[in-house]
């Protein structure tokens, strides 16, 4: 018996490769998910930011603000280490310093630098938050 191959190979040729889309588009998403989840987003940096607080009518007038820092260990006021006033990663900064002094915020680090305006202490400066 002699085997037929002249509609076996045509029969090949009339074959056309299918692609299935769905595992594709599950591949695909499960990459995108990864990507955003271990991404690190940061804020750009605007120059109309000035990185204070918005106060508003509905949040009344406050002498310190909350500021917290995944991680904080170490708050240094002037040179003066004041890392004792951390509670719960977060310490509150007094609105003089915020609107006349300068805060470094390095969050990889857990670390506050805070430069006071001249005739503040680095006492007054900070405060520990209240819970």
């Known amino acids: 018996m002699a085997i037929n191959t ?9 074959k056309q ?9 599950d ?4 990459i995108l998910i990864f ?16 990185g204070k607080p918005e106060v508003t009518d509905s949040s009344g007038s406050s002498e310190y ?3 917290p820092v995944a991680g904080l260990v170490n708050v240094t006021v002037n040179g003066v280490d004041m890392s004792s006033y951390i ?17 470094i915020i390095q969050p990889k680090k857990g670390t506050i ?4 305006p001249s005739d503040m202490s ?10």
């Open 6 to 14: 002249q509609n076996y190979r045509r029969k090949l040729r009339s």
């Open 17 to 25: 490769a299918r692609v299935n889309l769905v595992p594709l588009i």
């Open 27 to 30: 591949v695909i998403f499960t």
């Open 35 to 50: 990507l955003m989840v271990t991404s690190s987003f940061q804020a750009a940096s605007d120059s109309s930011s000035s």
């Open 65 to 67: 603000y909350l500021i």
């Open 87 to 103: 509670r719960d990663s977060s310490i509150t900064v007094h609105t003089r310093v915020i609107d006349e002094g300068e805060i």
């Open 113 to 116: 630098i805070i430069t006071t």
């Open 122 to 131: 680095p006492e007054d400066a900070v405060s520990i938050p209240q819970t």
